[in-house]
């Protein structure tokens, strides 16, 4: 089991926690919208990183990226499963064959 697929296991325990116990449930307490709200933030903050170069900050970012889409997906009742097999399923497939696909 990789850190990945233990957070996600952490972030859909947490999905019934008390919201007063637990930041994780405290963001999917507050709705899907906010939870994606809040992805969208960090992922706009790893970009700044990527950008600046300070790869010490992108690492950092980019874990909290993980953590958030982890938390939106969850606020969606889509896990990682389904997503990892998505990737799969395209896996071997060229991306520019793939995004033609998709139209």
């Known amino acids: 089991m990789t850190a990945l697929d233990r957070?996600?296991?952490t972030v859909q325990a947490r999905r019934g926690a008390d919201p007063d116990s637990s930041w994780t449930a405290r963001l999917l307490a507050k709705g899907p919208e906010k939870c994606a709200e809040k992805f969208g933030e960090?992922?706009?903050e790893a970009v700044i990183e990527a950008?600046?170069?300070?790869?010490?900050r992108?690492?950092?970012?980019?874990?909290?990226?993980l953590y958030h889409l982890l938390v939106m997906l969850?606020?969606?009742d889509v896990t990682l499963d389904q997503v990892l097999a998505e990737?799969?399923?395209r896996e071997g497939t060229s991306g520019l064959a793939e995004k033609a696909a998709r139209g």
């Open 7 to 9: 957070l996600a296991a």
């Open 42 to 44: 960090e992922a706009i």
């Open 51 to 56: 950008v600046r170069g300070d790869r010490d």
């Open 58 to 65: 992108l690492v950092a970012e980019a874990a909290d990226v």
């Open 74 to 76: 969850a606020a969606r």
């Open 87 to 89: 990737l799969e399923r």
